[in-house]
């Protein structure tokens, strides 16, 4: 069983910058793919960025370049540094984590089996 907690989110103008942090209870963490995602109102829930056990990344295209994910395993945290930020980017942000999510599910929000709780990244113009 795995918790997740995001924190980081809040109000930021458009080109500036926030990170989020996913913190996760559990001594296997660093055996997860964890992928964070976003939905904005009246939206579908979309893959934003994933991050592999063993380091490797995918981002979706709307965020490759100014998106960034990292892991600290001994810490069990994942982070999402997020630049240049637009006001598209408006959104709740979740991670999320799954243990044996083969290669072809990691963009889809289907593959994980623990989410967080979400927290609010809004982007001013």
């Known amino acids: 069983q795995v918790q997740l907690v995001e924190s980081g989110g809040g109000l930021v103008q458009a080109g500036g910058s926030l990170r989020l942090s996913c913190a996760a209870s559990?001594?296997?963490?660093?055996?997860?793919?964890v992928g964070w995602f976003r939905q904005a109102p009246g939206k579908e829930r979309e893959f934003v960025a994933g991050?592999?056990?063993?380091?490797?990344?995918y981002y979706s295209d709307s965020v490759k370049g100014r998106f960034t994910s990292s892991r600290d395993n001994a810490e069990s945290t994942v982070v999402l540094q997020m630049n240049s930020l637009k006001p598209e980017d408006t959104a709740v942000y979740y991670c999320?984590?799954?243990?044996?999510?083969?290669?072809?599910?990691?963009?889809?929000?289907?593959?994980?089996?623990?989410w967080g709780q979400g927290t609010q990244v809004t982007v001013s113009s």
């Open positions: 559990g001594r296997t963490f660093s055996s997860y793919t």
């Open positions: 991050i592999r056990y063993n380091g490797g990344t």
């Open positions: 999320a984590a799954s243990r044996s999510i083969i290669l072809s599910m990691i963009r889809s929000a289907k593959g994980y089996n623990y």
